[in-house]
């Protein structure tokens, strides 16, 4: 494999503008419109033809983007309109190892522009068989991780639909195998839900089969540059997942702090702060659960996928969000929470669990596999780039 040389970026690619387009003047079609950090709406044309390479120019600055379709590429974003017979998933990664926000100018709303990169000196392979056997190995890498979240995708579905049929529509399987209303299971009017419930369930408050428990009020002065254990806040908590992008570290526990603090896989946490009701499973170790996030904490494991599908639901979300107090900032009281009421069924839950908690493990497998695949890519990456670690021909 021969070695990388040193060149400039304007001599191996060149960098354009992207064009305007505000959503009044996008039409209606299944063009993407690329801006500073992926896909900001669709048009009916474009401006690049596939593939496409951008960089967050605006905004969110220095973030490289592929696409391997046609685009219009955003004023937001600068795109690669030459790539000089080079292989474009190889300048797509090259350009991932630069670090472009630090060329940015940071006056006002931060901005990248294209003159201050094309100068920027860089380790590059100039052989073409060399630039797509780097690339391959990446894409491969990326690939594995668009596909796992794909079926994520497809089995947070599925679950959804689950709960949908059994406890919305009350179409769970009766004693004949049989979904129950649609097969001419008895309802009961319920006065405290204002509706309709299936005969011999009970109502019951959250708290009897779920405590909602907040982090703890960890101090600057726990925290660690390095330290062993990363802290959840509220903005970690996302949509089904919890990021482990943190801020801070902890490298010695507080003596004073819950155990439940100390996280667990399939954990459950939910946002109590903000953008209030976001709810999300852990996946990994080594993870604090900070204040302001609350934690699912289960009275018997039986009952996971249904409180992790009820917290997911749109209606819970609705509710969560009218019992939020405050007007600048939402926030959620987990005594509350607690009080809420829920439809509840013993024999309904285990079953309902029997059947989900494959497919919520699947799920949580795929993010820890994702989370190694991540890691794996971001320790390749700069030591493929510039020659570290070489890949050998099969003859």
Known sequence: MRKPIIK?????????????????????????????????????????????????????????????????????????????????????????????????????????????????????????????????????????????????????????????????????????????????????YNEILKREMPENWQVIELKNICEVKSGYPFSSKDYASNGKYKLITIKNVQDNYISSDTDNAIENIPTNMPKYCLLNDGDILLSLTGNVGRIGLVFEDNLLLNQRVGLLKLLDKNYHSFIYLTFLSDNFKNILEKISTGSNQKNLSPVETEKLSILYSEKVLKNFEQQTKPIIDKIINNYKENKKLDALRNFLLPMLMNGQVTIQRQH
């Open 8 to 188: 400039s970026i304007g001599d191996i690619l060149n960098l354009k503008r992207g064009y305007d387009l505000t959503k009044n003047e996008m039409i209606q079609g299944n063009i993407p419109v690329v801006g500073s950090n992926g896909i900001i709406g669709f048009h009916n044309e474009y401006n690049v033809k596939a593939p496409c390479v951008t960089v967050g120019r605006s905004g969110t600055v220095g973030i490289p983007q592929f696409y391997n379709k046609n685009c219009w590429a955003h004023n937001t974003c600068l795109y690669i309109d030459d790539f000089k017979n080079n292989n474009p998933e190889y300048l797509f990664y090259l350009l991932k190892t630069l670090h472009l926000d630090k060329v940015a100018n940071s006056t006002g709303v931060p901005t990248l522009n294209r003159n201050f990169v094309h100068p920027l000196k860089i380790k590059y392979f100039e052989d073409i068989n060399v630039q797509k056997s780097v690339s391959l190995i990446l894409t491969q890498l990326d690939k594995k991780i668009e596909l796992n979240n794909k079926i994520t995708s497809e089995l947070e579905n599925l679950a959804k639909t689950l709960y949908e049929y059994w406890f919305v529509q009350f179409d769970f399987p009766d004693a004949n195998e049989r979904p129950y209303k649609s097969s001419g299971g008895k309802m009961v």
